[in-house]
């Protein structure tokens, strides 16, 4: 069985782009996640105090919503790439 180098390439640019994709959707899921807590967790402690939690909550609102975002731009990437 021989294979045909031409699809063999076409294959590994996809597989290269998808992982690629997949390396940046984490790199800015650990960026934010660093953002959130620098700007919420002044001093950490066995407890955290009002103002820390609401920060959080926001914070983790606005981390799915930016999550939401970048899936979306990534998967549209996807796409264009694909075709």
């Known amino acids: 069985m021989s294979l045909d180098p ?5 294959d ?5 782009t998808v992982e690629k994709v997949k390396t940046q ?3 800015q899921v650990h960026h934010i996640t660093d953002i959130c807590w620098d700007k919420c967790i002044d001093k950490p402690s066995s407890k955290l105090d009002s103002r820390s939690q609401a ?3 926001n914070c983790v609102e606005r981390f799915l919503d930016a ?4 899936t ?3 998967a549209h990437l996807l796409q264009n790439a694909r075709t």
Do not use: P
């Open 6 to 10: 031409n699809n063999v390439d076409a």
């Open 12 to 16: 590994l640019e996809k597989f290269l």
């Open 25 to 27: 959707f984490h790199e």
């Open 55 to 57: 920060c959080l909550v």
């Open 67 to 70: 999550s939401l975002m970048l």
């Open 72 to 74: 979306n731009r990534f």
